[in-house]
């Protein structure tokens, strides 16, 4: 009989070439992970993303489902967790949960809400620990006048300013539900690392780090809050910011229906 | 003129052999900082660490020092570490911080508090993101145990229980002021990260690589806080529990007299 599986997944996306399989001989997060379930079942099987991650972006909390007959076997969660993830071993990819759910649940059309945390370090000297992890901005970031900007993104816009050429979504329009700049110590010599919460429904190829990369403007000094509400206004990506890099980048949590 | 300089250096352990330098090849700490010391200065100088870390420890806030004669030109702090980082560019390598200092400065005599963080991943799946900068148990810890065990080992003890075979200090007497467990979530799934801090003047050779391995056997069930403080009792290193890889190990600060 045939169960509707729901994973959660973290992963490191140095490594990989983002999450959607590719052409033979390019590693995806998702060639891994079908991989991994069909040396633990003989199955070619097909997971369905809750959001696709570009490559070098990392997770924390990635969802997928994909449909299993595992004939009259029993199955738990905590089983197939632990089987897939003996073949992960040698891969940045860890199933961290696995539970049996409705048949409706999808991971993408189900997903009611996504949050997504930018990480920047924000002092003189690279971060020498988490190379890839995070972003390295020099320049004194002024955390207050970011938080000014982000405030004129929140709600319902067309975001074409902040949309990637390549993005496949049906309209511009989103609504963004938090967008909120945060400073925590990083070394006891007064770096610090700011992190940027962004949650909203569903965003547009490249919107977090488009938005990123335009409040890191503002934080240096170069943009003030207004320009960045002009360009949202434009609704014309070349009005926008640089595409901040994927290594700060963390797919936290993806929520649905039911568990709110 | 020469001057004292004290460095607070951030590293990632895992690339190198340790701290202290090696014969030719083999890359170590001290040795890349001294290479970047020396095509800074052109000159061969020999830098005097706080507390030599074992292959694979990472350090925070390792703290060293060296004399510089840089003749009549004028040299900040902020100079000397952007340019020892220019030439760190490719390491996992970072100065944090320059000043100069009392010629009286020495930062393995002066040294009167070390802070050591252990973190351990405590869930079923594998830290997808962070291999080789934690240790991972998949077993539940009971850490109010462990902190009960820990409360025996706090104070000024004949720590030989704990200490390396190898280990050079004159006295296996010590005094351990700090001993604490935390737990803080991991993940939206039920994982916790364990953190254990150990703060003292000094440690032996492997002292804290040695209590976080018995520890982990109370939190595991496995050992009782009596069976730690009998260990400790017995001054005997086969009576101790085994040696906690160096993955989750970090030297997070040095502390010296003026600074309290």
């Given at each position: ?5 729901k994973?959660i ?5 140095t490594?990989?070439?983002?999450w959607?399989?590719q052409?033979?001989?390019v ?5 891994v ?5 069909h ?20 997770a ?8 299993l007959d ?8 905590y089983d ?7 073949h992960l071993k ?12 409705d ?13 997504y945390?930018?990480r920047i370090v924000?002092?003189?000297a ?22 000014l900007?982000?405030?004129r ?27 909120d700049?945060?400073?925590v ?48 206004a ?10 901040a ?9 993806v ?6």
């Open positions: 009989m045939q169960h509707r599986w994973l997944i973290e992963y490191c996306g490594p990989y070439s983002g959607q399989r052409e033979e001989g590693r995806s997060v998702q060639g992970v079908e991989d991994a379930i040396a633990f079942c003989q199955q070619r099987l097909t997971i369905h993303v809750a959001g696709r991650t570009d490559a070098g972006v990392h924390r909390g990635q969802v997928a489902h994909f449909d595992y004939g009259d076997r029993a199955l738990t969660g197939l967790t632990k089987a897939l993830n003996a040698t891969e940045a990819v860890s199933v961290i949960s696995a539970e049996a759910v048949a409706e649940f999808h991971a993408r059309f189900g997903a009611v809400n996504k949050l945390v930018y924000n002092r003189n690279k971060p020498a620990l988490e190379d890839g992890k995070v972003l390295h901005i020099r320049r004194d970031l002024d955390i207050g006048a970011m938080q900007a982000a405030n993104l929140l709600g319902n816009h067309d975001f074409t300013t902040f949309r990637a050429s390549e993005c496949q979504a049906k309209s511009p329009v989103k609504t963004l539900d938090r967008l700049i945060e400073a110590a990083y070394d006891d010599e007064g770096g610090r690392e700011i992190r940027i919460y962004a949650e909203g429904r569903s965003f547009l190829h490249h919107q977090v780090r488009n938005m990123v990369g335009t409040l890191a403007l503002v934080g240096e000094g170069k943009w003030t809050p207004d320009d960045v509400a002009a360009a949202l434009a609704c014309d990506r070349t009005k926008g910011g640089p595409t890099p994927p290594d700060g980048l963390y797919l936290m949590r929520d649905y229906k039911a568990e709110l």
